[in-house]
């Protein structure tokens, strides 16, 4: 392996919701595992934040990190952390899973970012969503959900950063 692809990953993506222990710890864990899968893991730098910062510090809620260990993932290691300016210079993909997240990121965003800012659900338009909902106030179900979604999404981020990230 290529010692500077090593240290400097091609690609880097940052996972972006409210609280930074829901919906974007999932899709920071499926997406590890998805890359690892796809032989990418260490071409592609992977994290999560939260626009908020009441959970910074904190593991990700309990039903999220069951939900997730029921289908194979394992989120424990994770911690929260509110966006900071410095993400827009480390990060190539700001991924937000739902609309405010986009407007709050869309304000923070410095005018010479020249990376991808959007919608995770991009990834997966044949579930025919635009948005991860929140399942914070909700019942378990709404666990499952956000994983349907963020599975489906992980996939097609894989496909697309595939060519990017193994390009010599
Ligand atoms: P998340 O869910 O944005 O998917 O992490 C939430 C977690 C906590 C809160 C809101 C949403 N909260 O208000 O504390």
């Known amino acids: 392996m290529n010692a500077d692809r090593t ?3 091609a690609a880097a993506v940052l996972f972006v919701c409210l609280g930074n222990i829901c919906r974007s710890p999932t899709a920071e864990g499926v997406f590890r595992v998805a890359l690892e899968r796809a032989g990418l893991a260490g ?44 993400d827009f210079t480390r990060f190539g993909w700001i991924l937000g899973m739902d609309d405010a997240n986009l407007r709050a990121l869309t304000a923070l965003k410095p005018p010479d970012f020249e990376g991808h ?18 399942p914070y106030f909700g019942g378990p179900e709404g666990f499952d959900r956000v994983l349907d979604l963020i599975e489906a999404s992980a996939a097609g981020l894989v496909a697309r950063l595939q060519p990017i990230v193994t390009r010599d």
């Open 43 to 86: 071409r592609v730098r992977t994290d999560s934040a939260g626009l908020g910062d009441w959970h910074v510090g904190a593991p990700p809620d309990r039903r999220a990190i069951q939900a997730a260990r029921r289908r194979g993932y394992d989120l424990t290691a994770l911690r929260g952390r509110q966006v900071e300016p410095a």
């Open 7 to 9: 240290a400097e990953p």
């Open 117 to 134: 800012l959007g919608l995770l659900l991009e990834f997966a338009p044949q579930m025919q969503m635009r948005e991860v909902p929140d």
